[in-house]
């Protein structure tokens, strides 16, 4: 419980510090943010603003995470090393995005055809790892299960590894562009991660008390590595809320693609390994909602040859073409995340 207390404080100093520096930094070299030309017209006045501020968001919850362990003087676990290289691996395709937007001085970065492939190869190595027989523990356990779970395993339904890894990919490619996607306005992203990460980590405190490992009995959770979870979870959690001090409105800091990506695939990495794959559908419902926006809305202006369900996609950006103030909007989208969470 300590290494959870000093990792969540650390990471949120080092990010409320390191995102002041990093703003500077990256000011000094117009590393600014381009703006799609058929959004919202307010905020063509964002057009500048620093971005990849989810660099910091990654580089602080990865100390905090390591030097709570060191301080504790606990090994990090298979698990959590899973977690933080998908964490990671993401950040690093979304900053190759980010990058190429400002080179090349446009609101598109890398292709979508390479996006899709960077983050495939993550999510499919991430698979591979956490179901492989060569890191299991003393109890024969795998860091994710070959089981599809909602608070615990369907164990009648045991999945063959390749669709398994098939519904891994979906999953951790679905959720790193739908936490994207919601990176709209700001702060709404920042906002919403930091209640479902705080979620996550109530959850495997939950787990690692009613763990098989710690106290059998037939309610109990069977699931590895539960606690150091929760340990990353608070890095995570800490780390964004940090950054959130910056990017409320009006934003002085982006995250970018470099903290959206991976800031989404932590979450369905998170499912995974606590088994709660859909449960996180219930949990992060605020980006299912974005995210079915932009379907509905693509999916209807091609059958209807021109026609719009919403004024624009995703959903936030259509209340702010009803007139909304953008903090109303990203106030009220927090509370849906809220009430998503506390369900």
Request: glycine share 10%.
């Given at each position: 419980m300590r290494a959870i207390l000093f990792a969540g404080g650390l990471a949120l100093l080092l990010s409320l510090l390191g995102?002041?520096?990093?703003?500077?930094?990256?000011?000094?070299?117009?590393?600014?943010?381009?703006?799609?030309?058929?959004?919202?017209?307010?905020?063509?006045?964002?057009?500048?603003?620093?971005?990849?501020?989810?660099?910091?968001?990654?580089?602080?919850?990865?100390?905090?995470?390591?030097?709570?362990?060191?301080?504790?003087?606990?090994?990090?676990?298979?698990s959590a090393w899973l977690l933080l290289f998908l964490f990671v691996g993401l950040g690093i395709v979304g900053f190759l995005d980010d990058f190429i937007k400002i080179v090349k001085q446009r609101s598109l970065g890398l292709r979508s055809k390479a996006k899709m492939i960077g983050q495939t190869v993550v999510a499919l190595a991430f698979g591979a790892l956490a179901l492989s027989p060569m890191l299991e523990d003393h109890r024969g356990q795998t860091p994710a299960s070959q089981h599809i779970s909602f608070l615990r395993d369907f164990s009648a339904w045991t999945v063959p590894t390749v669709l398994l890894l098939v519904f891994m990919w979906f999953l951790i490619t679905g959720f790193s562009n739908a936490v994207n996607l919601t990176d709209?306005?700001?702060?709404?992203?920042?906002?919403?991660?930091?209640?479902?990460?705080?979620?996550?980590?109530?959850?495997?405190?939950?787990?690692?008390?009613?763990?098989?490992?710690?106290?059998?009995?037939?309610?109990?959770?069977?699931?590895?590595?539960?606690l150091d979870l929760a340990v990353v979870s608070a890095a995570i959690m800490g780390a964004t809320f940090g950054f959130l001090w910056w990017n409320a409105s009006p934003a002085q800091i982006f995250m970018g693609d470099t903290g959206s990506l991976a800031l989404g695939g932590a979450l369905a990495g998170l499912a995974i390994l606590t088994r709660t794959e859909l449960l996180l559908v219930i949990i992060g419902g605020l980006f299912v909602v974005e995210?079915?926006?932009?379907?509905?809305?693509?999916?209807?202006?091609?059958?209807?040859?021109?026609?719009r369900i919403f004024r624009m996609a995703p959903l936030h950006h259509h209340f702010e073409m009803l007139g909304w103030e953008q903090v109303t909007v990203v106030i009220r989208f927090w509370i849906i995340a809220g009430l998503f969470v506390a369900a």
């Amino acid at each position: 419980m300590r290494a959870i207390l000093f990792a969540g404080g650390l990471a949120l100093l080092l990010s409320l510090l390191g995102t002041r520096v990093a703003i500077t930094m990256l000011s000094r070299r117009g590393y600014g943010q381009e703006i799609r030309e058929d959004g919202p017209t307010s905020h063509h006045t964002k057009r500048g603003t620093p971005t990849m501020g989810g660099v910091v968001i990654i580089g602080a919850s990865v100390v905090a995470y390591l030097l709570a362990k060191a301080a504790t003087g606990q090994a990090p676990s298979a698990s959590a090393w899973l977690l933080l290289f998908l964490f990671v691996g993401l950040g690093i395709v979304g900053f190759l995005d980010d990058f190429i937007k400002i080179v090349k001085q446009r609101s598109l970065g890398l292709r979508s055809k390479a996006k899709m492939i960077g983050q495939t190869v993550v999510a499919l190595a991430f698979g591979a790892l956490a179901l492989s027989p060569m890191l299991e523990d003393h109890r024969g356990q795998t860091p994710a299960s070959q089981h599809i779970s909602f608070l615990r395993d369907f164990s009648a339904w045991t999945v063959p590894t390749v669709l398994l890894l098939v519904f891994m990919w979906f999953l951790i490619t679905g959720f790193s562009n739908a936490v994207n996607l919601t990176d709209g306005l700001d702060g709404l992203a920042a906002g919403a991660t930091t209640l479902v990460f705080g979620a996550f980590l109530l959850v495997n405190v939950w787990q690692y008390n009613q763990s098989c490992a710690v106290a059998p009995s037939a309610s109990c959770y069977e699931v590895r590595d539960p606690l150091d979870l929760a340990v990353v979870s608070a890095a995570i959690m800490g780390a964004t809320f940090g950054f959130l001090w910056w990017n409320a409105s009006p934003a002085q800091i982006f995250m970018g693609d470099t903290g959206s990506l991976a800031l989404g695939g932590a979450l369905a990495g998170l499912a995974i390994l606590t088994r709660t794959e859909l449960l996180l559908v219930i949990i992060g419902g605020l980006f299912v909602v974005e995210t079915l926006s932009v379907m509905l809305q693509v999916g209807w202006f091609k059958v209807t040859k021109g026609r719009r369900i919403f004024r624009m996609a995703p959903l936030h950006h259509h209340f702010e073409m009803l007139g909304w103030e953008q903090v109303t909007v990203v106030i009220r989208f927090w509370i849906i995340a809220g009430l998503f969470v506390a369900a």
